[in-house]
DNA sequence: GACTTAAAGCAAGATGCTTTGCTTTAGTCG
DNA sequence: CGACTAAAGCAAAGCATCTTGCTTTAAGTC
């Protein structure tokens, strides 16, 4: 499931492959139909033989989880002290990731596939999804708050910014986004 | 995009054929994996030629969005005459719908494929989505109230069913489908 | 009952994703 | 530097979806 976890031989070319196949993937899913999003597609704009990338990832869900993965690790989540002002700024990075050219192709690759590939796959886009709420809510307990539970910021912040996205509701914005930390924070 | 509007030959043997399709698909969306849902696989198992079903429906969408409608025709929405036991009612009739086996194949085929037909496939699914709850509200309006707007409960309703459902978050049941609709409107 | 024609069936082929066996390249280590 | 080997490249074949031109069936009409 996660690609190259030993690493055995990670200098020069291989970094240098799994560089150009990142970038390719994310400029093909900004430019193109999700449909062209194909391993061959990436492949070709990267350069690079598809068997290699057949070889090193196997699927292209298991390619688009990866370089969320990464993506993550480069820019972790932070909290400001402000309970409020976290979920704003969460709810706002969220809505910019989804609604950014191919933002949502990361989420459509994951709900595609069969469903054995599927559990794991979606485990790990929810992880992702939550992993900066952990964050701002530990430090919110860190300060001796009561903050709302991780599924209720769920049900009423995440939950409907996927669904407008998805659905491409008309009027989606950062205004509204913060709207729905109002809605459940009270006004400031 | 609407398949057979004029429906200019509808007797005996292309009705034969459109049931025997779409009872394949039913079948095949509960019992396999959305992967193997493909037009040759219902195509066998109904007993018709991939041709035909290719030149009447041309894509899965379209075939499975001819589906939704004829079950939408067949059992209408109502109303009980309280918004509340109709907003519960509604909430649980969408998570059954979203969890029977196959029961998101529909969202998820309209979620994959190219943006052009998305648009269109998504719309369609967000009005069968809404067409329920628009028919509640009309009969509470016209008992003199003044329900929550439609957006209020796509995004405290009907977005978090989706989410968890989508994302398999253990505890999506008919108990917490009730709850949604307890938070909004207050206890009974 | 026979005519017309929409719709289904059939078969061959095009297209594009994926796999597989083998060869070549180039990091890594002594 | 030279041997070792993981990883990339290449080529050919496999496989499933989808398309297309034509034939056959049977629903609708007079």
Redesign the interface.
């Known amino acids: 499931m996660s690609p190259e976890a030993p690493a055995r031989r990670p200098g020069g070319r291989s970094a240098r492959v799994r560089a150009a196949v990142h970038l390719a993937v994310t400029e093909l899913a900004a430019q193109t ?3 062209q999003l194909t391993i061959p597609a990436v492949a070709e704009r990267a350069g690079v033989n598809p068997t290699t990338v057949y070889r090193r990832w196997g699927t292209l869900q298991a390619l688009l989880a990866d370089l969320a993965t990464q993506q993550e690790a480069d820019a972790p989540a932070t909290s400001s002290g402000d309970l409020r002002i976290d979920l704003e700024d969460y709810a706002i990075r969220t809505l910019a990731d989804l609604t950014r050219p191919g933002g949502i192709a990361f989420f ?1 690759a994951e ?6 590939e ?2 794991d796959g ?2 790990e ?2 992880r992702r999804c939550t992993a900066g709420l952990d964050v701002v809510l530990e430090a919110s307990r860190a300060r001796g708050e009561a903050p709302p539970p991780l ?1 209720c910021l ?3 912040i ?3 910014l ?3 996205v ?4 008309p009027g989606t914005d950062g205004t509204y986004a913060r709207a ?1 930390v109002t809605d459940l924070c009270g006004a400031p």
């Open positions: 139909d999700p449909a459509r709900v595609s596939p069969d469903v054995g599927r559990r979606l485990r886009c929810l599924e769920l049900d009423r995440v939950a409907p996927y669904f407008r998805v659905f491409s509701v729905l």
